[in-house]
């Protein structure tokens, strides 16, 4: 993961004339996105340094909430701008008082930029989610373990009382079980994807379903061998898993371009 930080003032509330940021791209001349910007559909232009530029738009000087419509006005940017750019997409909500300002950054920053647009270029993100059914999952394993197939008839043929500690037994060896059941599907659906991906970055699955949240960089030659292979998983794995599949995107997850604001004296 690519990781930069930048400092810089923060203006005044309420004063007119700022920019805001998206992405920045490699372009040595002016370029013109059309009204997609956050805010109510703000005219998307190029600030251009030398040989790199930064696509923003007019804004006043406002912490924008992350609400839906801001975020989806900020990501349909980056999506658009990126179908003729490798971009480095900037975080939510980054504001400069002024074109002079975004100037600036890519001036004192130029070779960081250039050096993570090198290593991003024609780079892209797909988001790979992956869920099981829990209960249809234990009652397969009720099925076919035979440990567990044996506890569990055990446990049908007795009373609650007499049965206490097959039932823990049973319980400890079903988590395991599903523990390493899910260890071995996300180790082979990385071990297939790969072979087809730059790099990948896992993040936390969000509940008890989710087993896989990752997000993987590939290279735009490699879109169609990527999107095949997660297809060839999904049928794979089609009576236990549900493939949740996104993208192209932006390498969101794999450079990481934070302003650390302070405010001004």
Not at 168 to 176: A, E, F, H, K, W
Request: aromatic share 10%; glycine share 4%.
């Amino acid at each position: 993961m690519l990781e930069m930080s930048m400092t810089e003032a923060t203006p005044p509330a309420g004063v007119e004339g700022g920019k805001y940021v998206y992405c920045i791209v490699r372009s040595d001349r002016q370029r013109e996105f059309g009204s997609i910007g956050i805010g109510g559909g703000q005219r998307v232009f190029t600030v251009a340094f030398q040989d790199l530029a930064a696509v923003v738009s007019d804004t006043p000087i406002v912490i924008y909430d992350p609400t839906r419509e801001n975020v989806l006005a900020h990501e349909f940017v980056n999506e658009t701008v990126m179908k003729e750019f490798t971009v480095i997409p900037m975080s939510f909500g980054t504001v400069f008082r002024s074109e002079d300002d975004v100037t600036e950054l890519l001036r004192s920053t130029y070779q960081a930029f250039s050096d993570v647009l090198e290593k991003m270029q024609d780079k892209i993100e797909f988001g790979l989610k992956v869920l099981w059914d829990r209960d249809k999952v234990v009652a397969t394993l009720e099925r076919e373990n035979d440990e567990i197939s044996r506890l569990k008839d055990e446990i049908s043929r007795h009373t609650t009382t007499s049965t206490y500690f097959a039932r823990m037994q049973l319980g400890r060896l079903v988590d395991s079980t599903m523990e390493e059941l899910s260890s071995r599907y996300v180790s082979d659906i990385h071990e297939a994807l790969k072979v087809v991906a730059v790099a990948s970055r896992s993040n936390k699955p969000i509940g008890d379903r989710m087993i896989l949240n990752a997000a993987f960089l590939v290279d735009r030659a490699q879109e169609q061998a990527f999107d095949d292979r997660v297809k060839e998983m999904s049928r794979k794995y089609e009576d236990v898993l549900a493939f949740k599949y996104s993208g192209p995107w932006p390498p969101y997850n794999f450079v990481n371009i934070k302003l650390k604001l302070e405010k001004a004296d």
